[in-house]
Each structure stands twice: as C-alpha cells, then as structure tokens.
C-alpha cells in the first residue's frame, strides 16, 4: 500500500510539472523571440507639382500636377518611358526604361 501511495504522489507531481513546463513553452517563444517590425516610413510631404528629372543627367523632363510615387511610369512627349526611382521633397527622379513605339499599338 506505501508503494502504490509513493508512486500516486510522483506521477502527480510528474504531471503538475509537465503541465507547468508546457504552458511555459507556450508562452515563451512570444515573448522572447517576437518578430519585430520595421518602422514605418515617414509620409511624403504632398506639393502642389511635382518635376520629374531625368535621373542620369538630370533635364527636367515635365512637371505634373499630381502626386508621384516611387514606382510610378511616366511616357515623355518622345515616347521614352521612364519609371520613378526617388523622391526629394517636390523634385522625382526617374530612370529611363525603354523606348516605346506606339505605331504598333494602332
């Protein structure tokens, strides 16, 4: 009868801590090693126009009444397109892509 009593009591105490381990781990893994967040970027001050600059020699290409994005795509009187790549305060540099024939587009 002692014996079964001594291992009643080590297979409660076994699953008290089992049960204490368990819902540590559980726990532990979002407090130690949460995933943090890049911050956010600031927002872009909006302005009435925008120019956009070629970004390699640096001629004005047009100036528009909108605001612009990085990653926009702008098409010059040429036909040349061009893709946004930077933005300081009212000024968007652009990098040309390609040329565009619109005569295949008729």
């Not at 893994?29 to 943090?36: A, G, K, M, W, Y």
């Given at each position: 009868?002692n014996?079964n009593r001594?291992?009643?009591?080590?297979?409660i105490?076994?699953?008290l801590l089992?049960?204490?381990?368990?819902?540590?781990?559980?726990i532990?893994?979002?407090?130690?090693?949460?995933?943090?967040?890049?911050p956010?970027?600031e927002?872009?001050?909006?302005?009435?126009?925008y120019?956009i600059?070629?970004e390699?020699?640096?001629?004005?290409?047009m100036?528009?009444p909108?605001?612009?994005n990085?990653?926009?795509?702008?098409?010059t009187?040429e036909?040349q397109r061009?893709?946004?790549?930077?933005?300081?305060q009212n000024?968007a540099?652009a990098?040309?892509v390609?040329?565009?024939n619109?005569?295949k587009?008729?």
């Amino acid at each position: 009868m002692n014996f079964n009593r001594r291992y009643l009591l080590i297979m409660i105490v076994i699953v008290l801590l089992s049960i204490s381990v368990f819902s540590v781990l559980h726990i532990l893994p979002l407090n130690l090693f949460s995933v943090q967040q890049k911050p956010a970027p600031e927002p872009q001050k909006l302005y009435d126009y925008y120019t956009i600059v070629d970004e390699a020699d640096g001629h004005s290409l047009m100036y528009v009444p909108l605001v612009v994005n990085v990653g926009d795509e702008v098409l010059t009187e040429e036909n040349q397109r061009y893709k946004i790549v930077k933005i300081e305060q009212n000024k968007a540099f652009a990098r040309f892509v390609e040329n565009v024939n619109l005569e295949k587009y008729k």
